[in-house]
T-cell receptor, first 115, second 112 residues
Framework: KAGVTQTPRYLIKTRGQQVTLSCSPI?????VSWYQQTPGQGLQFLFE???????NKGNFPGRFSGRQFSNSRSEMNVSTLELGDSALYLC??????????????FGPGTRLTVL | DQQVKQNSPSLSVQEGRISILNCDYT??????FLWYKKYPAEGPTFLIS?????DKNEDGRFTVFLNKSAKHLSLHIVPSQPGDSAVYFC???????????FGKGTHLIIQP
């Protein structure tokens, strides 16, 4: 079974631009979660989508948004980029939503650099 | 306010010895705990988990211990192998209601 894939792997943008990252979950998985990893804050939860609906949201500004398609693929968007948005963005998929014992499997991440 | 803390940014252990990684949490609503391992340029990989109704879970060389009264968990790796060199993240969940809350990680280095 193929793992979680994320595209692109690397991205360079300038301040004020917007960016869209893509995540394809493991086949059959319906939940997709997004996390931001930075050296200072570590891994932080952004949001989770299940059946095309946002189920949970972390403590991030409205510039961070996402969506999920009927095939469970997900995209996240960051508008009006700031230097502090430079980070590794990780996507994780699981079978269901809201089940603690349902393991989340992570993709390799997208490294975003904002200049 | 960090709800999951890994106070050791790095740990060096000799090959064949036991590696003990520690994690503390502050939120008593957490009821499920996980350990993930991360190599450079890869996403975190699930290692082992434990429910709050247990105090120990074992899987091969990996054992996780949970002390609820102390709000502390630890991961034991015995024996440590060179391939265990990686960053280890402790994570906690509130019944799956929110996303995982991660610690900042401990870089484990296994020395030959």
């Amino acid at each position: 079974k193929a793992g979680v894939t994320q595209t692109p792997r690397y991205l360079i943008k300038t301040r004020g631009q917007q960016v869209t990252l893509s995540c394809s979950p493991i086949s059959g998985h319906r939940s997709v979660s997004w996390y931001q990893q930075t050296p200072g804050q570590g891994l932080q939860f952004l949001f989770e989508y299940f059946s095309e609906t946002q189920r949970n949201k972390g403590n991030f500004p409205g510039r961070f948004s996402g969506r999920q398609f009927s095939n469970s693929r997900s995209e996240m968007n960051v508008s009006t980029l700031e230097l502090g948005d430079s980070a590794l963005y990780l996507c994780a998929s699981s079978l269901w939503s809201g089940v603690a014992t349902d393991t989340q499997y992570f993709g390799p991440g997208t490294r975003l650099t904002v200049l | 306010d960090q709800q999951v803390k890994q106070n050791s940014p790095s740990l060096s252990v000799q090959e064949g010895r036991i590696s003990i990684l520690n994690c503390d949490y502050t939120n008593s609503m957490f009821d499920y705990f996980l350990w993930y391992k991360k190599y450079p340029a890869e996403g975190p990989t699930f290692l082992i988990s434990i429910s709050s109704i247990k105090d120990k879970n074992e899987d091969g060389r990996f054992t996780v211990f949970l002390n609820k009264s102390a709000k502390h968990l630890s991961l034991h790796i015995v024996p440590s192998q060179p391939g265990d060199s990686a960053v280890y993240f402790c994570a906690a969940s509130r019944g799956g209601a929110d996303g995982l809350t991660f610690g900042k990680g401990t870089h484990l280095i296994i020395q030959p």
